[in-house]
C-alpha cells in the first residue's frame, strides 16, 4: 500500500525557517518525480516544487523561488522541504504528492501545516 | 497556463446529476487531471488524462473534453460525494496549475 506521511510543520516567525519530511512506503520511491502542493486555509491548491526520481530536475513555483529547496534521499525514500524567509503568507497545510508521468498526482500524503506568525 | 472552473458553487440534491466545468486558457491536449477534497483531507484523484477514472473511483463519475474544454459528470449524486473539485492541468510540466475549485454543496 502507497503511503506519504508529511512531518516538521509547526509555528514559525516571519524570516525564520523550516524543514518538511515525507516519508514514502509501499512503492520503488526513486523512480517517481515528486511533489510538494500547498494549501492556505479557505483557499485552493497551489503547487510549490518537484524533483524528479533521480533528483537531476527540480523546479519552483515563482511564489517560493529563492527560498524554499526541495530535496530527496532515496536511500532513506524520504522527500523534503527546506523554507526559509518564511512569510505570513505561507501559512498553509503542505501536501507530498506522488506524480506520474508529468501528467497527475496519484497519491497525496494527510499533510503538514505550517502557520507563520509571530 | 490558467484554468477557470464554473460554476463556483453547484447546489444540488442527492441523486442529481452534476456538470461541473474547466476552462483553460490555452490548449493541455488531454493532460487534464480531476480531485475531490472533503473538509480536512487530501485530495483524491478522480480522473486523469481527462477520461480515465483512477482505481477504485465509481463509474458515476466521468471526465470529457480535450484542448481547452473540459467537464467533469457525477450522474447521480451520493451523499458523500458533496464535496470541493479541482481540476489541474500538466501539458506544462513541470509547472502544474489548479483551477480554484468547484464547491458541490447540498440544496
Known amino acids: 500500500e502507497v503511503q506519504l506521511v508529511e512531518s516538521g510543520g509547526g509555528l514559525v516567525k516571519p524570516g525564520g525557517s523550516l524543514r518538511l519530511s515525507c516519508a514514502a512506503s509501499?512503492?520503488?520511491?526513486?523512480?517517481?518525480?515528486m511533489n510538494w502542493v500547498r494549501q492556505a486555509p479557505g483557499t485552493g491548491l497551489e503547487w510549490v516544487s518537484g524533483?524528479?526520481?533521480?533528483?537531476?530536475?527540480?523546479s519552483y513555483g515563482d511564489s517560493v523561488k529563492g527560498r524554499f529547496t526541495i530535496s530527496r534521499d532515496n536511500a532513506k525514500n524520504s522527500l523534503y522541504l527546506q523554507m526559509n524567509s518564511l512569510r505570513a503568507e505561507d501559512t498553509a497545510v503542505y501536501y507530498c504528492?506522488?506524480?506520474?508521468?508529468?501528467?497527475?498526482?496519484?497519491?497525496w500524503g494527510q499533510g503538514s501545516l505550517v502557520i507563520v506568525s509571530s | 497556463i490558467v484554468l477557470t472552473q464554473s460554476p463556483a458553487t453547484l447546489s444540488l440534491s442527492p441523486g442529481e446529476r452534476a456538470i461541473l466545468s474547466c476552462r483553460a486558457s490555452?490548449?493541455?491536449?488531454?493532460?487534464l487531471a480531476w480531485y475531490q477534497q472533503k473538509p480536512g483531507q487530501a485530495p483524491r484523484l478522480l480522473i486523469s488524462?481527462?477520461?480515465n477514472r483512477a482505481t477504485g473511483i465509481p463509474a458515476r463519475f466521468s471526465g470529457s473534453g480535450s484542448g481547452t474544454d473540459f467537464t467533469l459528470t457525477i450522474s447521480s449524486l451520493e451523499p458523500e460525494d458533496f464535496a470541493v473539485y479541482y481540476c489541474?492541468?500538466?501539458?506544462?510540466?513541470?509547472?502544474?496549475?489548479f483551477g480554484p475549485g468547484t464547491k458541490v454543496d447540498v440544496k
Open positions: 504528492a506522488r506524480e506520474i508521468s508529468g501528467r497527475y498526482c496519484d497519491y
Open positions: 509501499g512503492f520503488t520511491f526513486s523512480l517517481y518525480t
Open positions: 524533483i524528479t526520481g533521480d533528483g537531476n530536475h527540480i
Open positions: 490555452q490548449s493541455v491536449s488531454s493532460y
Open positions: 488524462d481527462a477520461s
Open positions: 489541474q492541468q500538466c501539458s506544462s510540466w513541470p509547472l502544474f496549475t
